[in-house]
């Protein structure tokens, strides 16, 4: 059974940092995609980070460009996604995502059929 555990959301005033984690079992993270994808109340989710299993390549939204960074420790089979210079643009429910395999574009949510349950992220101006 896949399951996906997100943590380290919360609130933050705007510049600050958080760092999110998500622990996965059922499926091996370096043999998988997975993906970061936040949704803000009433918008569409919106893949934010992604990177391939082998941890090579990553991709990320323009909008987070340059600020997220996605990682991956094979050995705890977690991926990790730090979020620096935050903005309130920035909040939302942030659910970490996995797929053996993509159809779609990276960054595309309905690539992605394991989820988590998510954590809020809160950034305050």
């Known amino acids: 059974q896949v399951r996906l555990v997100e943590s380290g959301g919360g609130s933050v005033q705007a510049g600050g940092s958080l760092r999110l984690a998500c622990v996965a079992s059922?499926?091996?993270?370096?043999?998988?995609?997975t993906a970061w994808v936040r949704q803000a109340t009433g918008n569409e989710p919106e893949g934010v980070a992604t990177?391939?299993?082998?941890?090579?390549?990553?991709y990320y939204a323009d909008s987070v460009k340059g600020r997220f960074t996605i990682s991956q420790d094979n050995a705890r089979n977690t991926v990790y996604l730090q979020m620096n210079n935050l903005t309130p643009e920035d909040t939302g429910m942030y659910y970490c995502a996995a797929a053996r395999t993509i159809a779609a574009r990276p960054l595309t949510a309905q690539n992605y059929n394991s989820w988590g349950q998510g954590t809020q992220v809160t950034v305050s101006s």
């Open positions: 990177i391939t299993g082998g941890g090579v390549y990553r």
């Open positions: 059922g499926y091996s993270v370096p043999h998988a995609w």
